[in-house]
């Protein structure tokens, strides 16, 4: 047995130790309280020793922008091929998919696979990645989420400069931004994890050491799944990740690439499951909504669909991130990922584009009227 399928296979039982957890231990405090460590503890740990082990240079500055491009990519791409899959524009299920489909989680559903498959400097070039993701689920996203509010009930607009000063002080205090601006300061000075304290280095790697069984326990515990719209949300996560990986494969074919390493990272990293953050910009818009009268019946986002999108997305992602690393080096090949990319595309449209042809009077709308009426007003 090959040494990446064992590896797979190790981190598995661990997700499925999560999983008997919940059904017998875990209770909801217990969630939040895990998920809470892990996103303000363990993975600003891990993060930060990353960083202190690479070098700063300006080459590895395009990453954010890399990340950033790639979210508006995927937004159009969802604003123009959603109706293919029956989603009617202007709709509150429309929205939502467009808040969620090009947002990216790495930290939950590819960081912890990096370090492990990878090591630290390619999870460190994933951190600097994720800036230019953060940018997007937490400024470009509520902005669209606020403009999306005030244009389908008429109201008047805030000041946008207001709200991105709210969201930058936001970003700042997230413990992972905060450590990640910490570790390229001390880079700047020339400080790296060998020249800190002894006492303040072990605890830092202690902490970081927590990262990996913590996630994969926490992915079995927190692992939903509800069966309504399955069919539909995995057809559209099976396109999300084929558009994916067909964009991955021709920035690999185009652009060369230091290592195998940074290949695979230009693979799995855009393959993260979607991020809750655009969520909780639509949650608060409906807490926006709930406080109106007037407004409450007419909702901007469809936080049911919201939410099964996220529980179906995580362990999706998980599955294809583990497929790829126990793969070994077949997806450093662009033509593989180009392959793979058309395959899911095609699988994914290929029941619709059947539907079709059998039934040309087919609608591509599948939602009832009773269903896109939206559970999230509730």
């Not at 990645?129 to 509010?149: E, P």
């Not at 050491?209 to 692992?223: C, E, K, Q, R, S």
């Not at 021709?250 to 390493?261: C, N, W, Y």
Request: hydrophobic share 55%; proline share 6%; with cysteine.
């Amino acid at each position: 047995m090959g040494i990446a399928l064992q590896k797979t296979i190790s981190l598995l039982l661990l997700i499925l130790i999560g999983v008997f957890l919940k059904n017998k231990l875990i209770k909801e405090d217990h969630k939040k309280g895990l998920k809470t460590i892990i996103l303000d503890i363990a993975l600003p740990a891990m993060i930060f020793v990353a960083l202190l082990k690479i070098e700063i240079n300006s080459d590895l500055l395009i990453l954010p922008v890399l990340a950033l491009v790639f979210n508006v990519l995927m937004l159009l791409v969802t604003r123009y091929v959603m109706p293919f899959f029956g989603v009617e524009a202007a709709t509150p299920a429309m929205r939502t998919l467009m808040m969620l489909l090009p947002s990216l989680a790495p930290g939950l559903s590819c960081f912890p696979f990096l370090v492990e498959y990878l090591g630290d400097d390619v999870l460190a070039w994933g951190a600097l990645a994720d800036i230019g993701n953060k940018i997007f689920v937490l400024i470009l996203a509520y902005l669209l989420a606020m403009h999306w509010f005030y244009k389908s009930h008429g109201l008047a607009n805030r000041s946008n400069g207001q709200k991105i000063k709210e969201l930058l002080i936001a970003m700042v205090k997230e413990p992972i931004n905060m450590v990640m601006i910490i570790a390229i300061l001390l880079l700047s000075f020339g400080l790296n994890l060998e020249k800190l304290p002894v006492f303040l280095s072990e605890s830092i790697v202690m902490m970081k050491n927590m990262m990996t069984p913590l996630v994969l326990l926490f992915i079995g515990v927190a692992v939903i799944f509800k069966w309504d719209q399955l069919r539909m949300i995995t057809s559209l996560l099976t396109f999300r990740a084929g558009i994916t990986f067909l964009l991955s494969g021709i920035f690999i074919l185009l652009v060369p690439l230091p290592s195998e390493a940074a290949i695979l990272l230009a693979v799995v990293f855009p393959q993260s499951a979607c991020s809750f953050w655009p969520f909780a910009h639509m949650s608060a818009v409906r807490t926006m909504e709930k406080a109106k009268p007037a407004l409450e019946n007419k909702p901007t986002f469809d936080l049911e669909l919201g939410i099964n999108v996220l529980a179906v997305s995580m362990p999706f992602s998980i599955l294809l991130i583990l497929g790829v690393f126990t793969s070994g080096s077949y997806f450093t090949n662009p033509y593989h990922v180009l392959i793979l990319g058309g395959i899911l595309t095609i699988g994914a449209a290929l029941p619709r584009i059947l539907q079709w042809i059998k039934t040309p009077e087919f609608s591509f709308i599948p939602f009832e009227k009773k269903e896109l009426k939206d559970s999230s007003a509730d």
